[in-house]
């Protein structure tokens, strides 16, 4: 069975930081590229950042210097280190796992990301 269990978000200042772990299924970890999206109320879903197996990172513009994601393949673990945390990083955090053998992503049930200003 595939899984995905997102922990470590809640609620944190301006300036701010969290860490962001997210649990996969030893099944897909390794043919995946794991990414974490996130989605603000009224707004779609965006990606963030992603790592591919052999980690290689891509980062969207507005995290970057911010945000750092890893990914542990002996843990089957992905990561998000959050600093500086600005409120428009508000928002449900969704991991990701991009398949490379068949076309299908796997999502998890997301987890809180509120920033205060």
């Known amino acids: 069975q595939v899984q995905l269990v997102e922990s470590g978000g809640g609620l944190v200042q301006a300036g701010g930081s969290l860490r962001l772990s997210c649990a996969a299924s030893a099944t897909i970890f390794s043919i995946s590229t794991m990414g974490w999206y996130r989605q603000a109320p009224g707004k779609q879903r965006e990606l963030v950042a992603d790592i591919t197996s052999g980690g290689i990172t891509n980062y969207a513009d507005s995290v970057k210097g911010r945000l750092t994601i890893s990914r542990d393949n002996a843990k089957k673990t992905m990561f998000l280190q959050m600093n500086n945390l600005k409120p428009e990083d508000t928002g449900v955090y969704y991991c990701?796992?991009?398949?490379?053998?068949?076309?299908?992503?796997?999502w998890g049930q997301g987890t809180q990301v509120t920033v205060s200003s």
């Open positions: 990701s796992a991009k398949r490379f053998d068949v076309s299908l992503t796997h």
